[in-house]
Antibody
């Protein structure tokens, strides 16, 4: 059974940093693109970043470029999102999702971890 | 970026009746080499992550009830729930995966009338 479990969400002050983790199991993590997708409270879905299986390609939504870094450790079946210079508008539930490719649908999702950016 | 516009924003349907959700893309999401529309539909129930229902605009995921169907062409797509059940109360999103960044519609909330 495919499982994605996010962790690391917390309350952080504006300008602060946070590192999210996603532990994957039940599938061959090494051969899949992975993405982070976020959802602000009461709002819709917004894709944030994606990474190729070997780490050679990364893409970001414009609003996080230069502030967020996606990474992975295939030996640990884990995906990460380093979030720096956090802003109030980054407040959201962050989901880890298995991605179909450079252009892919999201076929499995974790339950998410809440990031709150507030003084 | 490709913009997806869903309509309506919300709808209330009686149990057993049909629910129809529309999604319009700002440009074509048809990949000519395989003649597939790179359009997916998700269901998100309260307090849960999204769940992929349909990809390639009309291909149901394994385990998805056949009362859910997707259709469309060009830049206009539709998700139909043929006979609404109580467990279908949710927000439904369309998503294009034709081009990065992948983008979502704003969501359509389906309730019981």
């Amino acid at each position: 059974e495919v499982q994605l479990v996010e962790s690391g969400g917390n309350l952080v002050q504006p300008g602060g940093s946070l590192r999210l983790s996603c532990a994957a199991s039940g599938f061959n993590f090494n051969i899949y693109w992975m993405s982070w997708v976020r959802q602000a409270p009461g709002k819709g879905l917004e894709w944030v970043a994606k990474m190729k299986e070997d780490g050679s390609e990364k893409y970001y939504v414009d609003s996080v470029k230069g502030r967020f870094i996606i990474s992975r450790d295939n030996a640990k079946n884990s995906l990460y999102l380093q979030m720096n210079s956090l802003r109030a508008e980054d407040t959201a539930v962050y989901y880890c999702a298995r991605d179909g490719g450079v252009v892919g649908k999201f076929d499995y999702w974790g339950r998410g971890t809440l990031v709150t950016v507030s003084p | 970026d490709i913009v997806l516009t869903q309509s309506p924003d919300s709808l209330a349907v009686s149990l057993g009746e049909r629910a129809t959700i529309n999604c319009k893309t700002s440009q074509s999401v048809l990949f000519s080499s395989n003649n597939q529309y790179y359009l997916a539909w998700y269901q998100q129930k309260p307090g849960q992550p999204p769940n992929l229902l349909i990809h390639w605009a009309s291909t149901r995921e394994s385990g998805v009830p056949d009362r859910f169907s997707g259709s469309g062409s060009g830049t206009d797509f539709t998700l139909t729930i043929s006979s609404l059940q109580a467990e279908d109360v949710a927000v439904y999103y369309c998503q294009q995966y034709y081009r990065t960044p992948p983008t979502f519609g704003q969501g359509t909330k389906v309730e019981i009338k």
